[in-house]
C-alpha cells in the first residue's frame, strides 16, 4: 500500500527558510513523476515543482531560484528548500507521486509566512 506523509511546515517570517519532506511507503519516488504542489486560501491547487520521470525539473515561475526540489540517495524521501520565503507563498504544501496512471497525494503540510 502506497503513503506518503508529509511534513515540516511551520510559522516562518519573511525571507527565512523551511525545508519540507515527504516520505514515501510503499513505493519509491525514484523513476516516478514527483512534485510539489501548494494550495492558497480561495485558490486552486498549483504546482510548484516537479522531476520528471527522466530526472528533469522544473520550477513554477514564482518560486525560480528560491526553491529547490531533490530527493535522498534511496528515493524514499522527496524534499522541498524553501529560501528567501515571502508571504505569498502561505498555503498548505502537498507532495505528489505519479505511478502509471496512478497519483497519490501527502496529507499537505501548513507554510504560513508572516511579513
Known amino acids: 500500500q502506497v503513503h506518503l506523509v508529509g511534513s515540516g511546515g511551520g510559522l516562518v517570517q519573511a525571507v527565512g527558510s523551511l525545508r519540507l519532506s515527504c516520505a514515501a511507503s510503499?513505493?519509491?519516488?525514484?523513476?516516478?513523476?514527483r512534485g510539489w504542489y501548494r494550495q492558497a486560501p480561495g485558490k486552486q491547487r498549483e504546482l510548484v515543482a516537479n522531476?520528471?520521470?527522466?530526472?528533469?525539473?522544473n520550477y513554477a515561475d514564482s518560486v525560480k531560484d528560491r526553491f529547490t526540489i531533490s530527493s535522498d540517495n534511496v528515493g524514499n524521501t522527496l524534499y522541498l528548500q524553501m529560501n528567501s520565503l515571502k508571504p505569498e507563498d502561505t498555503a498548505v504544501y502537498y507532495c505528489?507521486?505519479?505511478?502509471?496512471?496512478?497519483?497519490?497525494w501527502g496529507q499537505g503540510t501548513q507554510v504560513t509566512v508572516s511579513s
Open positions: 522531476v520528471t520521470t527522466t530526472g528533469s525539473t
Open positions: 510503499g513505493i519509491t519516488f525514484s523513476r516516478n513523476f
Open positions: 505528489k507521486l505519479r505511478h502509471g496512471f496512478f497519483d497519490f
